[in-house]
């Protein structure tokens, strides 16, 4: 009997030490967790507790640009110049690099790219035949007309040249004359 309760004690007592220690390991793991969500929470407070950038309002104005002006001839990289007004801006001048396409018809901007039609039939009274062409796109917000319409003379003005066949016919009759004469 002795022995059957010291084996109930020792039992009892196992069995208390693995709840004890079941008992450190959720509290450990519950004090993690706690420092944890502290972590995270000070962590979105640092984030709210920031003051925003103040966003400055001034009474500049939209910057004005000039045309592209090429750096030499007519195409290629250049500079424009652009302004703007106000009472407390810092900056009322500045310079920027700019690009003129050497493709593009200058006769209309160099800043205005147009889609043009096929090019028309002759107007035999002024020897020109025109074509039109719309706004495909503006560069730098130039101020470009909508529609624009171009001449160029027609080139030769030919006859109608006699068909082929009634050479034929004439050469033929021509022929058949001399023989009769």
């Known amino acids: 009997m002795h022995l059957k309760i010291t084996a109930n004690i020792y039992l009892h007592r196992m069995q208390t030490q693995q709840y004890l ?3 450190r390991k959720f509290a450990a ?3 993690a967790f706690i420092f ?3 972590a995270v929470d000070t962590a979105e407070a640092g984030k709210k507790e920031k003051p925003e950038k103040k ?3 001034s009474d500049c104005g939209e910057w004005q640009w000039s045309v592209c002006v090429p750096t030499s001839g007519d195409c290629g990289l250049g500079s424009r110049e652009g302004t703007r007004a106000g009472a407390e801006c810092k900056q009322t001048m500045k310079t920027q690099r700019c690009k003129i396409p050497c493709n ?6 160099a800043e205005c790219k ?3 039609q096929a090019w028309g039939e002759c107007d035999l009274n002024t020897a020109l035949k025109t074509r039109t062409g719309s706004l495909k796109r503006a560069l730098h917000n130039a101020d470009c007309q909508k529609t624009v319409t171009i001449s160029k003379p027609c080139g030769k003005l030919t006859k109608p040249k006699p068909q082929a066949e009634s050479k034929k016919k004439k ?3 021509k022929k058949q004359e001399k023989m009769l004469d």
């Open 29 to 31: 793991a519950f004090l």
């Open 36 to 38: 944890i969500l502290a």
């Open 104 to 109: 593009w018809k200058k006769q209309f901007g």
């Open 55 to 57: 966003v400055k309002k």
């Open 21 to 23: 220690q079941q008992r």
């Open 171 to 173: 050469k033929e009759g």
């Open 114 to 116: 147009y889609q043009f």
